[in-house]
Structures are given as structure tokens and as C-alpha cells.
């Protein structure tokens, strides 16, 4: 009785593997794109990527996948095409793709993960971390491949921004699709940031009143999900122009602060000037003088 009860058991297990096996998902790693000079980094990142635990989802990884050198190169048409081919070849559920840069004293990480099933990236997200934190930021994207495959996909597409002169203000509109309610507003005066949130809202529109007109202000749109970004619009850019009430032109700007040219008023202040002028004289160097120079330090 207790050996058949043991072989019921083992049989249970191996029915159970199986199940599970053939319903496991699988992640493929691409290794990240990045500059030379973040090479090392780069590394420790698809180290990481690679040992990354999400429910049901094996992973695999892979060192480049057709001729690609940015994430600039896998968004169009033909990107698409080439990888939509390489996942059915290899029965790939999920490629995601990750790329490395700079941005002020910190390393931006961009992910995007492609979904066989959908045809297309379902998900794009970026973090901001510090040289030597690289293991760390991984812990993000597990939380959101987690939450993704469990059908828990939400898009932004189509943000724009549109700024208005006459109210001083900048518009962002946006689409989403997904089961979200909140979305996180993001600026920056650079386009790789570092972005802050201004706010956060329940709508698919926002507008920003507090601008400075000739400013150039860069925007991106998160879909939250129980405080986790799921996904990340592409940033876009605004300025508005500042309005010359007074219709002045660069001359006449200029001429506004041109100071005139101080003349002597007798002989004595003459002859100040021209001592002041032979006492600072040593400190010049001609123009011959100064072309040589400048192409002995070429």
C-alpha cells in the first residue's frame, strides 16, 4: 500500500512538471546596447537580467539578434520584421531588449519587451541609476515582467505636446490602453532627463501651466499599476516663443546696451590712456604671434 501510494505520488509530480513545463513562458535576454565606454556595466546588467525570477517564465539569452545597434534600430518596420522571424524561430514568448547611456552623473537603462503574441513591443520603461547600482535596478524590471505576464499589459501611445501662447501653457494628450487609472506626468529640460514627476492624474490629457516661455521642456507619460510602471511613452518636446511686444530686432536690442566709445577730453586724460594702453600692451600677443602658437598646440 505505501509503495503504491509513493509511485501515485512520484506520478502526481511528474503530471505536475509536465503541466507546468508546457505552460512555462519563455523570456529571452538580448544583451544591452550601450557605448563602448559602458561596456563593463552593460555586462553586469545582462548577467543580472539573465537570473532574474518570474512565475512561470523561463529565460534564456542571447548576444545580439540580426545586425542591431540601438533601440532607434528595432522600431521600425523592418526591426519588427526581423524579430518577429527570430521569436517564432526560437518559440521566444518575450524578447527583451535594453540599452545603456549616459545622463548627468548616472546611467539611463531603456528596456523594451517584445511579445510574440502581440506582434510588437508591449512595454517600454526606463530607469535612472547610479554607475555602481546596476545589480539593484534589475529588481524593477522583475516586478514589471511579473505583473506583464500575468496579462497585465498597459500601453501609452500617441503622446504629443502642444504648447499655447496665448495662455502660456503646454498640453499633453496621450492614449492608453491597459487596466490603469493613474498616469504619472513627467518633464525634464534635457530629453534623457532627469525627469520629475509634476503630477499625477486619472485622465488621458494634462496640461502644464507653470512654463517659461523659450524654454524647451521634454514630457514622458507612465501608466501605473499599483504604484509600478508598466510602461513609458516616448518623451516629446515643446517650447513656446516668446512674444516681441515691442518689435525689436537684434540691432535695435543691441544698440540698447552699446556703450560709446570713451574720447579724451584734453591732452592730460590723452596721455592717461595712452599710459594705460603701453603698460597693458606686453600682456598681448600679435596675430602672427598668435596664429603660430595656436597651430604649435594642434
Not at 505536475?16 to 565606454?37: G, I, M, N, R
Not at 502660456?168 to 492608453?176: H, K, P
Not at 510602461?231 to 556703450?259: A, F, G, H, R, W
Not at 586724460?269 to 596664429?291: C, D, F, G, T, W
Request: one cysteine or more; proline letters at 3%; hydrophobic letters at 40%.
Amino acid at each position: 500500500m505505501a509503495t503504491a501510494l509513493r509511485v501515485l505520488v512520484c506520478t502526481l509530480l511528474i503530471i505536475s512538471s509536465t503541466s507546468a513545463t508546457l505552460f512555462a513562458k519563455t523570456l529571452l535576454v538580448v544583451f544591452p546596447f550601450c557605448p563602448e565606454d559602458l561596456s563593463q556595466q552593460a555586462t553586469l546588467l545582462f548577467d543580472s537580467l539573465k537570473t532574474i525570477k518570474v512565475p512561470d517564465v523561463t529565460t534564456d539569452s542571447v548576444h545580439s539578434i540580426g545586425s542591431f545597434r540601438s533601440s532607434l534600430d528595432i522600431n521600425d518596420d523592418k526591426g519588427l520584421t526581423t524579430i518577429r522571424k527570430f521569436a517564432d524561430k526560437r518559440t521566444s514568448d518575450y524578447i527583451l531588449f535594453s540599452e545603456l547611456s549616459h545622463s548627468v552623473g548616472h546611467i539611463l537603462i531603456e528596456y523594451k519587451l517584445y511579445s510574440r503574441e502581440h506582434k510588437n513591443f508591449i512595454s517600454t520603461s526606463f530607469d535612472r541609476v547610479w554607475y555602481n547600482d546596476i545589480e539593484n535596478a534589475v529588481k524593477n524590471i522583475e516586478t514589471r515582467l511579473t505583473l506583464i505576464t500575468q496579462s497585465k499589459i498597459i500601453k501609452i501611445v500617441n503622446a504629443v505636446a502642444v504648447g499655447d501662447s496665448s495662455a502660456n501653457q503646454i498640453t499633453v494628450n496621450y492614449e492608453t490602453y491597459g487596466d490603469t487609472s493613474l498616469y504619472a506626468i513627467q518633464r525634464s529640460l534635457l530629453r534623457d532627463g532627469p525627469y520629475d514627476t509634476i503630477a499625477t492624474v486619472s485622465t488621458t490629457t494634462y496640461t502644464d501651466s507653470d512654463i517659461q516661455p523659450g524654454i524647451v521642456y521634454w514630457y514622458k507619460v507612465q501608466a501605473l499599476f499599483n504604484g509600478n510602471v508598466m510602461d513609458t511613452s516616448t518623451p516629446v518636446s515643446v517650447y513656446i516663443e516668446l512674444q516681441n511686444k515691442e518689435n525689436l530686432d537684434l540691432d535695435k536690442v543691441l544698440s540698447m546696451y552699446k556703450k560709446p566709445e570713451e574720447k579724451p577730453a584734453d591732452n592730460e586724460q590723452k596721455a592717461i590712456i595712452n599710459s594705460h594702453i603701453e603698460l597693458i600692451k606686453p600682456q598681448y600677443m600679435n596675430a602672427v604671434k598668435l596664429r603660430i602658437m595656436m597651430q604649435i598646440v594642434k
